[in-house]
């Protein structure tokens, strides 16, 4: 409160999702805009965002860039390229237009990959766009997980134990032990619920094998104000 941050019309923020909330913070404190968009070095590097207006959406990575296309695809498609999925289901996102990257340099396997026929840019991200276009980020397909035959994103079991009292999900070490373990792993802390209720909950909504295997209890939160 000692600092005034009213001099901010807008901030623009990326890399990773911003949440409603912290948005809305940011808002209420400098009466500005908070802006969420979306790119990566192979689109040069900007190519989704959100309006600089009333009609920005938190939590969403907003819509297209002029001259800039995208596409929601089925992620499992075998075909060169890949059929679109419908507004509303989640898909791979693919990006063409001016930005887009030629390929990379001596790299023609890596190249094959990323660049699909037409100048398509494979991200890796899993989105779902709606009906009045806006495009909202939901999963990473690097961090995807199989077990038991199934393909499991993280998001999809962490969404779930966020709607359960008492659990406040802040880290998945999944990313580093899913080669070992086929399973993820949450750290949670005020564990007033236990293992069953914790574990009830979860598979009433998420299939049996998406359930975490491991859930790790932490009573104290360390906070580093640096």
Known sequence: ???????????????????????????DATGGYAIEGYGMT??????????????????????????????????????????????????ELLIRGPQAFAGYWNRPEDTAHQLLPGGWVRTGDIVVRGEDGFVRLVDRIKEMIVTGGFKVYPTQVEDHLREMPGIRVF?????????????????????????TAIEACVARRVMEKRVARRFFFETDLLYHLG
């Open 1 to 27: 409160s000692a600092v005034d941050l009213t001099s901010f019309a807008f901030a623009f923020a990326g890399a990773m999702p911003l949440p409603a909330e912290t948005a809305a913070a940011w808002e």
């Open 42 to 91: 192979e689109t040069s590097p900007v190519a989704l965002g959100n309006p600089v207006s009333e009609q920005r959406r938190a939590g969403f990575l907003g819509l297209p860039f002029p001259h800039t296309e995208i596409r929601v695809v089925n992620p499992e498609s075998a075909d060169p390229v890949p059929e679109n999925v419908p507004d509303g289901e989640r898909g």
């Open 171 to 195: 880290g998945n070490a999944a990313l580093s032990f899913a080669a070992k373990v086929s399973t993820g792993y949450w750290n949670m802390f005020d564990p007033t619920n236990g293992f």
